[in-house]
């Protein structure tokens, strides 16, 4: 009997939601109509409340949380009615086909599946935080002033995507195609925001970094990968005139010559000397490249003398 009123239930609430679900596309589709007509701003904030309720009340944390971002949205349109572009009808729009799929799977054979929900909502993430953040700008009329906002929609999945892939190439070890790599993945960062100056200027001035065989995978990787990846959150804010060259970055373009290690005497100190430490790559050749980098000649080899020694 109780599994009959559930059922009952679901059912209503579909029944309601499909509704909510018209009056909200209906007032997407011609954004720049609806936002003439303030009750109709309103419809669209009172539908989205709406589900995200009924959601809550039923456990569909998924559909909560996409409505929620609905509302989150509505209500900026309520409060500030701001210009309507085609930008922004995408992005809304791109978002309403999330929380269609999630209210439609509902009504499948085996219902909403937890698993296929998270994945929905995870997928959506990066729209919704691009719709906050562009509806934010459009509020405070940032937008207009610099193309820089204007970005793919699907800009933040691209970007990161392509730090996880300069962060696996840093994790295999230097050489000369892993640099070229490198470099070629900070042009596909420009291309998403060619006009931004200050976002080009950071990543060229990275692509340079990179290209110094002075500068070592390590010393690379933990500057690169943070330095874009704050200015990356900049870039999807709206806020790329406040990326900057960091002092970390700047120095990798002119790394200072480290001075030689100092040869052994055999003069005893009461205390021995620290001495520098290298970080040596697992890789064998760039294992060699490091030592080339770092000992002059002399040095190497005696080095090679004492590695003929050990293997013999």
Request: with cysteine.
């Amino acid at each position: 009997m109780q599994s009959v009123k559930q059922q009952q239930i679901l059912g209503y609430f579909i029944e309601e939601a499909k509704e909510h679900l018209d009056t909200i596309e209906q007032g997407l589709v011609d954004l720049a109509a609806t936002m003439a007509d303030s009750e109709r701003v309103n419809e669209l904030f009172r539908a989205a409340h709406s589900v995200k309720g009924g959601a809550a009340m039923l456990g569909f944390d998924s559909i909560q949380r996409t409505a929620h971002h609905f509302e989150d949205c509505f209500k900026i349109l309520k409060e500030h009615p701001v210009k309507i572009d085609q930008r922004l009808e995408d992005l809304f729009l791109k978002g309403f086909d999330t929380l269609k799929e999630l209210i439609e799977g509902l009504q499948s054979p085996f219902g909403l599946r937890e698993e296929d929900a998270q994945q929905a909502v995870a997928a959506s993430e990066p729209t919704f935080r691009e719709l906050q953040a562009y509806l934010d700008a459009l509020k405070t009329g940032k937008s207009s002033s610099s193309k820089s906002n204007f970005l793919p929609q699907n800009a933040s999945t691209q970007i990161t995507t392509i730090l996880k892939g300069m962060l696996q190439i840093f994790k295999q070890g230097d050489s000369q195609k892993g640099r070229q790599q490198l470099v070629a993945l900070c042009n596909r960062l420009i291309q998403i925001s060619s006009t931004s100056r200050s976002w080009v200027t950071l990543l060229q001035t990275t692509q340079r970094a990179i290209a110094n065989p002075k500068n070592t995978y390590p010393a690379l990787a933990p500057i690169v990968i943070k330095d874009l990846k704050q200015a990356s959150d900049l870039l999807l804010l709206g806020q790329a005139e406040k990326i900057k060259i960091t002092a970390n970055l700047q120095k990798l373009l002119n790394p200072a010559a480290q001075p030689a290690p100092a040869k052994s005497t055999p003069v005893k100190s009461a205390a021995p000397a620290v001495k520098q430490q290298v970080s040596i790559p697992l890789e064998p050749r760039a294992a060699a490249r490091t030592l080339l980098e770092v000992f002059n000649k002399s040095e190497l080899i005696e080095i090679a003398e004492f590695l003929m020694k050990a293997i013999q």
